[in-house]
């Protein structure tokens, strides 16, 4: 079973940055999506960022487009979400997740832009980092 393991959470001023990682592991499958999500307490669960594991196609909610970038190094199994410009309402817990499907075959432009925003597309889940913005 895959399993997901989030790390690089932290205390960071307004407009600094951070860098946020996911390890995963146990892959059952050929290709993922591979979603980074962000949640408040009391509030839902919101998708930020996914990428392909087939062509490493990534796709940005508005509300982190040009500050955050998503990447993946696929030697090391890590995903990474470096995040630029933090602003106080950035401050939540962190999540990376694997997309429900369980078709192996490739994940195309168009099934990445459908499922990210939605966290009912990803059934596995990390334990979550913490990221706080305040000076």
């Known amino acids: 079973q895959v399993q997901l393991v989030e790390s690089g959470g932290g205390l960071a001023q307004p407009g600094g940055s951070l860098r946020l990682s996911c390890v995963v592991s146990?892959?059952?499958?050929?290709?993922?999506?591979i979603g980074w999500f962000r949640q408040a307490p009391g509030k839902e669960r919101e998708g930020l960022s996914c990428i392909s594991t087939s062509n490493d196609y990534t796709y940005y909610e508005d509300s982190v487009k040009g500050r955050f970038t998503m990447s993946r190094d696929n030697a090391k199994n890590t995903v990474y979400l470096q995040m630029n410009n933090l602003k106080p309402e950035d401050a939540r817990v962190y999540y990376c997740?694997?997309?429900?499907?369980?078709?192996?075959?490739?994940?195309?432009?168009?099934?990445?832009?459908?499922?990210?925003?939605?966290?009912?597309?990803?059934?596995?889940w990390g334990q979550g980092t913490q990221v706080t913005v305040s000076s």
């Open positions: 997740a694997t997309d429900l499907r369980s078709n192996p075959g490739k994940r195309d432009d168009d099934y990445v832009v459908m499922v990210c925003p939605f966290k009912f597309f990803f059934g596995t």
């Open positions: 146990g892959f059952s499958k050929d290709y993922y999506v």
